[in-house]
């Protein structure tokens, strides 16, 4: 089992910057792979951006120049970097993990925060 609690939402203007964290505790070595996903209300959730144990990192293209995902192994913890914020990127970001049990990855979620961005 791994839990997940993400901080750092909240409101800010078109342009500004906000960091969000996300605390993993648990069975923390059987995690591969941690991402923060979002979404807006009535659209699908999607990946934003996501880290690896080796720190290969993915981006969206939508926020690629503009966010950047990091990880401190030794807090346990995950940032996502947000700059040059947009009205767009208003959603609920989730932290996510995949433990890989077996052949199989196991994805767990955080509870989400909210990130709104002023016109």
């Known amino acids: 089992q791994v839990q997940l609690v993400e901080s750092g939402g909240g409101l800010v203007q078109a342009g500004g910057s906000l960091r969000l964290s996300c605390v993993a505790s648990?069975?923390?070595?059987?995690?591969?792979?941690m991402g923060w996903y979002r979404q807006a209300p009535g659209k699908q959730r999607e990946l934003v951006a996501s880290?690896?144990?080796?720190?290969?990192?993915n981006y969206a293209d939508s926020v690629k120049g503009r966010f950047t995902i990091s990880r401190d192994i030794a807090k346990n913890t995950v940032y996502l970097q947000m700059s040059s914020l947009k009205p767009e990127d208003t959603a609920v970001y989730y932290c996510?993990?995949?433990?890989?049990?077996?052949?199989?990855?196991?994805?767990?979620w955080g509870q989400g925060t909210q990130v709104t961005v002023s016109s």
């Open positions: 996510n993990a995949g433990v890989v049990v077996g052949d199989t990855l196991i994805p767990y």
């Open positions: 648990g069975s923390i070595f059987s995690i591969k792979i």
């Open positions: 880290i690896t144990s080796g720190d290969k990192t």
